[in-house]
């Protein structure tokens, strides 16, 4: 399996790739939230998830970030908007770790915009939730401040 996938060779995922690797992660796919986001369909996540997973009240995913780091958050379906979002302490970790508020404030002033990526694989290393043969499910997320979109 190749962790890298479409990360790619940037040096600064290098400890990512190397958790995925170690985890004998499949390819992560590409920002399955920002097609999300972009249109307000869930299906680009949802496509990825076994029907254990979309179906249940919450489950705890290892999420990591560019540097490797490990959360345990809850992802869950939200009905209302249709949407899944993280939750739970290991969510306000992350987002205080990797200082995601600093990084909005920094993009704002440089009339730029923090983008998410979120990146899903499967490894056989992780507790799984529900089967699927390549294993349970983990994501990475990643965030970089681009150019504003236009619209």
């Given at each position: 399996m190749?962790?890298?996938g479409e990360?790619g060779?940037d040096?600064?995922?290098?400890?990512l790739?190397?958790?995925?690797?170690?985890?004998?992660?499949?390819?992560?796919?590409?920002s399955?939230?920002?097609a999300?986001?972009?249109?307000?369909?869930?299906?680009?996540?949802?496509a990825?998830?076994?029907?254990?997973?979309?179906?249940?009240?919450?489950?705890?995913?290892?999420?990591?970030?560019?540097?490797?780091?490990?959360f345990?958050?809850?992802?869950?379906?939200?009905?209302?908007?249709?949407?899944?979002?993280?939750?739970?302490?290991?969510?306000?970790?992350?987002?205080?770790?990797?200082?995601?508020?600093?990084?909005?404030?920094?993009?704002?002033?440089?009339?730029?915009?923090?983008?998410?990526?979120?990146?899903?694989?499967r490894?056989?290393?992780?507790?799984?939730v529900?089967?699927?043969p390549?294993?349970?499910?983990?994501?990475?997320?990643?965030t970089?401040?681009?150019?504003?979109?236009?619209?």
């Amino acid at each position: 399996m190749d962790a890298a996938g479409e990360l790619g060779d940037d040096a600064e995922l290098a400890a990512l790739r190397d958790v995925l690797a170690a985890l004998g992660a499949t390819a992560p796919r590409g920002s399955v939230a920002a097609a999300a986001a972009a249109n307000g369909d869930v299906s680009a996540l949802s496509a990825f998830l076994t029907a254990g997973e979309k179906y249940c009240r919450g489950i705890v995913v290892p999420v990591f970030d560019r540097f490797g780091r490990r959360f345990g958050m809850r992802l869950r379906k939200i009905q209302a908007n249709r949407s899944y979002r993280f939750f739970g302490s290991e969510w306000e970790r992350f987002v205080r770790d990797n200082h995601l508020a600093e990084g909005m404030a920094a993009a704002k002033g440089m009339g730029r915009e923090l983008r998410v990526e979120l990146w899903a694989f499967r490894s056989p290393e992780l507790a799984a939730v529900g089967h699927n043969p390549d294993g349970a499910l983990g994501m990475a997320i990643l965030t970089k401040i681009k150019e504003k979109a236009r619209t």
